[in-house]
């Protein structure tokens, strides 16, 4: 199964790094043909030519929600965000917006998507290092999508 780990993120904007730091530590530790890591800052339609092609994509990014706790990982499918859908403007175009623009226009996208996100404290502040918590979460979101591999 071809399958993509894509961290997502911008490293010198703190937390917002973190799926890139994650993406990283990946890296380091796969050595399978089947499996490219890579990094990106894109966002929206531009995801489409960085996951087109695989049977499986792993995403990994920050998220900022009202009641999560810096630090605290999410597993999710795209299934878990089918609310936030939605088509008006292409500078809205999200992640699961883009998937869903990818199967109507009979791309090969992946059959199984998952999402690793880790709650931000800090998405705005100019650094190249995660806020404690987050960065303390690090190392479990690389065995968490290590374990996803092998799944």
Do not use: W
């Not at 911008?10 to 043909?33: C, E, F, T, W, Y």
Request: negative net charge; proline residues 5%; contains cysteine.
């Amino acid at each position: 199964m071809k399958t993509l780990v894509l961290g997502l993120g911008n490293p010198i904007l703190s937390d917002d790094g973190v799926g890139i730091r994650v993406a990283h530590d990946v890296a380091s530790q796969v050595k399978s043909p089947q499996v490219t890591v890579s990094e990106t800052s894109a966002a929206g339609l531009s995801l489409l030519d960085s996951i087109v092609g695989y049977d499986k994509a792993i995403i990994i990014d920050a998220i900022q929600t009202e009641k999560g706790r810096p630090g605290q990982i999410y597993r999710m499918g795209a299934e878990d965000f089918s609310c936030t859908k939605r088509f008006s403007s292409p500078h809205q175009v999200n992640l699961v917006t883009a998937l869903e623009l990818g199967k109507m226009l009979n791309l090969a996208m992946p059959q199984k998507v998952v999402v690793f996100a880790v709650e931000a404290k800090d998405i705005t502040s100019f650094s190249e290092k995660c806020t404690p918590k987050v960065e303390k979460a690090i190392p479990e979101v690389v065995s968490m999508v290590l374990e996803e591999l092998v799944s």
